[in-house]
């Protein structure tokens, strides 16, 4: 049988070096009262906010494109379209 001082682990004594003495536990007082109703969200009012924050931050982007590009694509378009229509004239008459 092991020393009453010494630990014993797996047939080897185990050297107690460098660890520091525990401390006596101490009981910390909480408070074991939920918070009153008014005072925190519920988790349900919190995962709505998550969600309409996420589709405000995702349908952000597709409506900034919307409003900012859709000009300069239409323009970008009809230039396009006259440009190919002279191109198209000048063909027939070199054909």
């Given at each position: 049988m092991a020393a009453p001082?010494?630990?014993?682990?797996?047939?080897?004594?185990?050297?107690?070096y460098g660890?520091?003495?525990r401390a006596p536990r101490s009981v910390t007082p909480r408070r074991?009262?939920?918070?009153p109703p008014g005072r925190t969200l519920?988790?349900?009012m919190t995962l709505l906010v998550v969600v309409l924050?996420?589709?405000?931050?995702a349908g952000t982007l597709p409506l900034y494109l919307f409003f900012k590009?859709?000009?300069?694509?239409l323009?970008?378009?009809a230039a396009t379209?006259?440009?190919?229509?002279?191109g198209a004239d000048v063909a027939q008459r070199a054909g």
């Amino acid at each position: 049988m092991a020393a009453p001082g010494r630990r014993r682990q797996s047939g080897r004594y185990v050297s107690a070096y460098g660890t520091a003495p525990r401390a006596p536990r101490s009981v910390t007082p909480r408070r074991l009262t939920p918070p009153p109703p008014g005072r925190t969200l519920s988790l349900r009012m919190t995962l709505l906010v998550v969600v309409l924050g996420a589709g405000v931050y995702a349908g952000t982007l597709p409506l900034y494109l919307f409003f900012k590009v859709s000009r300069p694509a239409l323009a970008l378009g009809a230039a396009t379209e006259a440009i190919a229509a002279v191109g198209a004239d000048v063909a027939q008459r070199a054909g």
